[in-house]
Each structure stands twice: as structure tokens, then as C-alpha cells.
T-cell receptor
């Protein structure tokens, strides 16, 4: 069965410093992986997706993620945090017999001025 | 292009009542899926509709049901409400779900309907 584990429930960084949000996955085959972001009182927005093409995936707002099969990881990074990045981030894998999305528990990112 | 619209945005019900939530997908999107978001359980998949047919269902009791109309608008209903049904219910639409038989994963979410059960 497919699953994702987000290793941190809360990450706090200072504005201008790098962001690292960690996600490990479990899959019996080559997975399709995604990162979604949810700003307060808003719906979720797709940040980026990995579908077995390039292992380094670039997304919106300067975020990128690297698929590492040997480590079963798909960590999200950004070189320099901005105040507007404060939100909750979800690592997602496609799973199940019909391919529904399976969400991680989420990582809340706080950005200090 | 208008995004996914969910109504109502907020509602309060009491135990035992029933509730109907509505979702209008992005124009041209034929797939609509529903998710329940709670602080304890996170985001959990409820069901997905494509061309008026339920194609996938999560692990929720039969009190949770849904349907999709010919214009792709969708409703979900929860009957005999329980305190634990308090949650943010999110609807998402997609153009190409099940493209070539597989979910592309690119969903567009509404802002949700926040249900409080007293």
C-alpha cells in the first residue's frame, strides 16, 4: 500500500533562510508524488509534482523537491523563505486501487521576520 | 476562469440533523472529489465522481453520501450528524483524473465548507 510520512509537524524558519520540509514515502511501485500548500482558511494548491521524469522537480513560488528512490524521500526545499510562505504543506502520493490521493499529516511552516 | 466554489462556507448543525454541501467545479472539469479535514485525522478521502458516476470511495460510513449532476456540480450529504463530523469539507475538481486510467493528481480545491456539529 502507498503512504507518505511527513517527518515534522511544525517547522519554523527566519525570513531569508532556507526551508526544508521532509517527506518519506512507501510504495510498491514507482510512485506519483506531490506537494500541496494550504494557506489559512483557504483550499489546497498544487505546488509541484513528480511523475518519474526528472528527479528534481521545480514548482511554483521558488519551491523544488528532489525524488530520491534510495532514501524513499521527496523533501521540499526553498533557498530563501518569505513571510508569504507561512502555510501548511502536504506531501501526497497516489494510492489505492483506483488511484485516490493519500495525504500526509501536514507540516505547518512558520516564518519569523 | 472561476475556481471551485463551495457553499455554504460555514454552517452549524446539531447532532442528529443532516446537512448538504454543494460544490461547483471549474468549468470543463468533469471529476469532483471530496475530502474531510480534521486536526486529528488530517485530510481523508471521501469519494470521487466522474461524469455522474461514483468512481472511488473512501472508508467512511454510509451516512456520508454524494452525487454529481449532469453539469458536473456535486453535492455531499451527511445524515444523522455526530459531533465527530465537525470538520472542514473540501471539494476538488480535475480535468484529467483517470487520464489513461490513472489519476494525474492535479486537483483544484475550493476553500471548503466548515461544519460545526453541536
Amino acid at each position: 500500500a502507498q503512504s507518505v510520512t511527513q517527518l515534522d509537524s511544525h517547522v519554523s524558519v527566519s525570513e531569508g533562510t532556507p526551508v526544508l520540509l521532509r517527506c518519506n514515502y512507501s510504495s510498491s511501485y514507482s510512485p506519483s508524488l506531490f506537494w500541496y500548500v494550504q494557506h489559512p482558511n483557504k483550499g489546497l494548491q498544487l505546488l509541484l509534482k513528480y511523475t518519474s521524469a526528472a528527479t528534481l522537480v521545480k514548482g511554483i513560488n521558488g519551491f523544488e523537491a528532489e525524488f530520491k528512490k534510495s532514501e524513499t524521500s521527496f523533501h521540499l526545499t526553498k533557498p530563501s523563505a518569505h513571510m508569504s510562505d507561512a502555510a501548511e504543506y502536504f506531501c501526497v502520493v497516489i494510492g489505492g486501487s483506483q488511484g485516490n490521493l493519500i495525504f500526509g499529516k501536514g507540516t505547518k511552516l512558520s516564518v519569523k521576520p | 476562469k472561476a475556481g471551485v466554489t463551495q457553499t455554504p462556507r460555514y454552517l452549524i448543525k446539531t447532532r442528529g440533523q443532516q446537512v448538504t454541501l454543494s460544490c461547483s467545479p471549474i468549468s470543463g472539469h468533469r471529476s469532483v472529489s471530496w475530502y474531510q479535514q480534521t486536526p486529528g485525522q488530517g485530510l481523508q478521502f471521501l469519494f470521487e465522481y466522474f461524469s455522474e458516476t461514483q468512481r472511488n470511495k473512501g472508508n467512511f460510513p454510509g451516512r456520508f453520501s454524494g452525487r454529481q449532476f449532469s453539469n458536473s456540480r456535486s453535492e455531499m450529504n451527511v445524515s444523522t450528524l455526530e459531533l465527530g463530523d465537525s470538520a472542514l469539507y473540501l471539494c476538488a475538481s480535475s480535468l484529467d483524473v483517470h487520464l489513461a486510467g490513472w489519476n494525474t493528481g492535479e486537483l483544484f480545491f475550493g476553500e471548503g465548507s466548515r461544519l460545526t456539529v453541536l
